[in-house]
């Protein structure tokens, strides 16, 4: 049988070499199903997704190029029902993040949702729970394939017959018009719930995924008809398309489209991140609005930002920029003094009391030229003591990772009440900040409220440390209660994953270097 379908079959059989990595794939992505980089993407349904087009397109080549001794009834589950299955599924997985979407940018911007949309968010509700969505994934399914499978078992015996007889058959035409334009409206319908998802609220960039994904299956497809429709209705000899397995190969690479935007580069990311050494920092108790700038400026970017801002914005206070480099001072000593230093040799016991004789030199000793004349006055005198009483009993080791807090908040509270107020008028980057954090705890209630939320907590290594607030505090109760989130109180929000071509955003503790230098 080989040699009779060689070398027809050598490009379809060479990508479906280049697809064995799909169950690997999907078995990461299911592992790590509860990471915050995955756990908002509907994992349950995109893992369904996944299995449904491997199904496709590992069975679906075996089943074509070996059709002669194949059952008409392994073309009709692996070639047929498998792929509306994974249409259907995919479809259900964009209604349920618009679904998520909408609630939460009720939660985040109450005042400006249209209050119209309300009572359809309350009919459809129940489409968050997951046994709610699987059972949506039959119905489509049975609606979707069970006539044209009925019709075809009715005209053709799909039982004892081979999958070559089917290609024979008159009426394979129609059900070959009838998948195409099933093809067709599930990728109208898909775009156009891709559009419905909000970008207040977007945080991981799921709009562009599944614009992406159905954007470019939906070009495959149409390729495919391309190919299809002179040969089978024009009776045109296109033995391209027929001989070389050229649609089939357009089929499995829209499924493929599929499978990298939404399972590969998750997967990606997520394995990026667990390879990235982070420092373990004892977090400091503070309140929840110095906690806010704090979480802000351990973030690199964020931080140059602030810099340049009380650099330029706040050359009248000359302490303002001081103050800020004396905070990076501290969060280079706790970096050193961090649990886990990645650097041994820069980060270990003695880069810790280095650092700490930096943060003394540089904030509190004669001359220090990253002191305020109110701070110094209230605490200059004392971490002198504490230095000297510190180094007389132990002199070879860093002192511990709290020995600067109160100092550390204070700084925080003098940029908070001195500076961050102007920067909120005059930054972008604040109010983007902002916005997703309020984004991310909106999706968070959701989540939790739906039922899907692992009771597995995340290390402190992988998520922020954002204090519990009640995103529907500002929220009109009367438009609250129907959703069900009166009074409801939010869980600490997720990191954001910036997927599909942007970086993921985590803490970046300061490298162990001077300050000054970094400025």
């Known amino acids: 049988m080989v040699p009779a379908i060689w070398p027809e079959a050598a490009p379809l059989a060479l990508v479906w070499c280049c697809y064995l990595y799909m169950p690997v794939v999907l078995c990461l992505y299911v592992r790590h199903r509860h990471h915050p980089l995955i756990k908002y993407r509907q994992p349950h349904l995109i893992a369904t997704t996944g299995l449904l087009c491997t199904i496709y397109c590992l069975g679906g080549p075996l089943v074509l190029i070996w059709n002669a001794t194949t059952p008409a009834i392994a073309y009709v589950l692996v070639c047929y029902v498998a792929s509306i299955l994974a249409i259907a599924t995919t479809l259900l997985s964009a209604m349920v993040v618009v679904l998520h979407h909408k609630i939460t940018e009720l939660l985040v911007a109450p005042t400006q949702f249209p209050s119209n949309l309300i009572p359809t968010l309350t009919r459809t509700r129940w489409l968050l729970h997951p046994t709610n969505q699987m059972v949506c994934v039959v119905g489509l399914g049975c609606v979707l394939a069970v006539p044209q499978v009925v019709f075809l078992a009715a005209t053709v015996d799909i039982v004892s017959t081979t999958s070559a007889h089917i290609f024979t058959s008159r009426l394979y035409n129609l059900f070959l018009l009838v998948l195409l334009v099933e093809l067709l409206v599930a990728a109208v319908l898909a775009f156009r719930l891709s559009k419905q998802l909000t970008p207040i609220v977007d945080t991981f960039h799921q709009r562009v995924a599944y614009r992406q994904s159905f954007g470019s299956s939906g070009l495959f497809v149409t ?143 004669p001359s220090a030229p990253l002191a305020s004349v109110a701070l110094k006055a209230e605490f200059g005198s004392m971490y002198m003591d504490r230095w000297t009483a510190w180094k007389a009993k132990e002199c070879a080791t860093a002192p511990p990772v709290d020995f600067f807090d109160e100092f550390h908040r204070a700084l925080l509270a003098h940029l908070t009440t001195n500076v961050l107020p102007r920067f909120q008028v005059h930054s972008q980057s604040w109010l983007t900040y902002t916005q997703r954090n309020r984004s991310l705890r909106g999706l968070e209630m959701v989540q939790h409220m739906s039922g899907i939320s692992s009771g597995r907590k995340q290390s402190t290594q992988q998520q922020h440390e954002y204090l519990t607030s009640n995103v529907a505090t500002h929220a009109n109760e009367g438009v609250m209660a129907p959703l069900g989130l009166r009074g409801y109180t939010m869980l600490s929000a997720q990191p954001v994953d910036n997927v599909n071509g942007d970086e993921i955003e985590c803490h970046r503790p300061a490298a162990p270097t001077c300050p000054i230098g970094n400025a």
């Open 223 to 365: 390729l495919s008809a391309v190919l299809a429709l002179p040969e089978r209705f024009l009776h045109l000899d296109n033995r391209l398309g027929a001989d070389y397995y050229c649609r089939t190969i357009l089929h499995t690479l829209a499924a493929q489209c599929v499978i990298v935007i939404h399972l590969v580069v998750p997967v990606y990311h997520v394995l990026k991140a667990q390879s990235v050494t982070r420092v373990a920092v004892n977090s400091i108790q503070m309140p929840s609005h110095l906690a806010e700038l704090h979480d802000y400026l351990r973030e690199r970017d964020k931080y140059a930002a602030f810099l340049a801002f009380c650099l330029v914005a706040c050359s009248r206070d000359s302490s303002a920029t001081e103050v800020l480099l004396a905070w990076r001072c501290i969060e280079t000593f706790k970096t050193c003094r961090g649990a886990r230093p990645p650097h041994p040799i820069a980060s270990g016991p003695n880069g810790a009391m280095l650092a700490a004789e930096l943060v003394v030199v540089m904030c509190f000793g």
